[in-house]
T-cell receptor
């Protein structure tokens, strides 16, 4: 089955700096790669996603890149703000497996002001 | 208008008891899930139902029994609770398979087993 690894497990950045979180996946058939943000005590919420037919996607200060050959994808957050502090999860899924989303272990992002 | 709602939000109980968590979604989605988030924040799928039929059943102890009376509801019943069952349980739903795989999560139910 699919296995998703995520690094780093914790990340501290100064407000205004960029943050990068990286994930690798094992199943070359996976074709959907979302990123979820979970604030303390809240539910995970989708912030951006990318499909396997696209190499990069941007939405304001966040972007995701996908390298299918290397089976890794990354989340980039620019101009970080204190409200970006949260746990970020990457995930991968494949419709062949019932769209089962397999999550990475999460990255705790702290933005220091 | 909560899209995915689950009850109760908090549940504290003794080892050996049986408890249930209910989930309802009003998004018209066909697929619903139960995820377990442990103390290290790791999110792991437990079950998935598509239109009331079980499609994913991970290696979950058979003390856990999901029930889907209709496609808008997916309940989770847990027998003989153990300390290791303490976690936050998230219900989620997603649109039909042909569309995005985005999960819409409920607010979570924090289960504490004493």
């Amino acid at each position: 089955g699919e296995n998703v690894e995520q690094h780093p497990s914790t990340l501290s950045v100064q407000e205004g700096d960029s943050a990068v979180i990286k994930c690798t996946y094992s199943d070359s058939a996976s074709n959907y790669f979302p990123w979820y943000k979970q604030e303390l005590g809240k539910r995970p919420q989708l912030i951006i996603d990318i499909r396997s037919n696209v190499g990069e996607k941007k939405d304001q200060r966040i972007a995701v890149t996908l390298n299918k050959t290397a089976k890794h994808f990354s989340l980039h957050i620019t101009e970080t703000q204190p409200e970006d502090s949260a746990v970020y999860f990457c995930a991968a899924s494949n419709k062949e497996y019932g769209n089962k989303l397999v999550f990475g272990a999460g990255t705790i992002l702290r933005v220091k002001s | 208008d909560t899209a995915v709602s689950q009850t109760p939000k908090y549940l504290v109980t003794q080892m050996g008891n049986d408890k249930s968590i209910k989930c309802e979604q009003n998004l018209g989605h066909d697929t619903m899930y139960w995820y377990k988030q442990d103390s290290k924040k790791f999110l792991k799928i437990m079950f998935s139902y598509n239109n009331k039929e079980l499609i994913i059943n991970e290696t979950v102890p058979n003390r856990f029994s999901p029930k889907s009376p209709d496609k808008a509801h997916l309940n989770l019943h847990i027998n003989s609770l153990e300390l290791g069952d303490s976690a936050v349980y998230f219900c989620a739903s997603s649109p039909p398979w042909a569309n995005t795989g985005e999960l819409f999560f409920g607010e979570g139910s924090r289960l504490t087993v004493l």
